[in-house]
């Protein structure tokens, strides 16, 4: 990883102006794309109510991501790598059926530490060794890891009180640096 340099602009603010701003997610994104070689690589999901959308400056355009199960690593947006395919498995399972979507079982699904076989490692050039600790969906080392899991429930529009609202639960247990629980917000957008 190479040090942040101080001209260097911050992926954080990415986020900050949309949540900040009014533009639909593809608006939003296609204006981020425009600016995008400027920042270290990124993948950043936008939505609302009705959309979400996917913008990586690590590959060409803006797309639209279509309802279903997604896996979303440190590559593009549904790379098989075994941990994505790993959570994307484990998510279908857990949504499988009619009841209700379970926080904490997600929560405790997000800290799978397994690890595959070095056959199925990705080589994405740091070595045999950094790719076995990279590998899981939750990594714990004495120097880098899994910081936080976050959960975000979205209750579509056209239920509820408000139709034309949806409900958003979100819920972020930090990890580290030292166990600190968790934030849980419930909203409307």
Do not use: Q
Request: net charge negative.
């Amino acid at each position: 990883m190479r040090p942040k340099g101080d001209s260097e602009p911050s992926r954080g603010a990415l986020v900050r102006g949309f949540l900040e701003g009014d533009a639909a997610p593809e608006a939003y994104l296609a204006g981020v794309a425009a600016g995008g070689a400027a920042y270290r690589g990124f993948n950043l999901v936008a939505g609302d109510a009705r959309t979400l959308a996917y913008f990586s400056n690590r590959a060409e355009g803006v797309r639209v991501v279509a309802p279903g199960i997604h896996g979303l690593s440190n590559h593009l947006l549904d790379t098989p790598w075994p941990k994505v395919r790993r959570g994307t498995s484990a998510l279908r399972a857990a949504l499988d059926g009619d009841r209700e979507a379970d926080i904490e079982a997600l929560l405790t699904m997000l800290r799978d530490d397994a690890s595959p076989p070095d056959a199925e490692l990705p080589d994405t050039g740091v070595g045999v060794a950094a790719e076995r600790v990279l590998a899981p969906m939750f990594i714990r080392t004495a120097v880098y890891g899994t910081r936080c899991s976050t959960v975000i429930l979205v209750e579509r529009p056209g239920r509820g009180p408000s139709a034309d609202r949806a409900r958003v639960t979100f819920v972020e247990r930090t990890h580290a640096p030292e166990p600190l629980g968790d934030v849980r917000f419930d909203f409307e957008v």
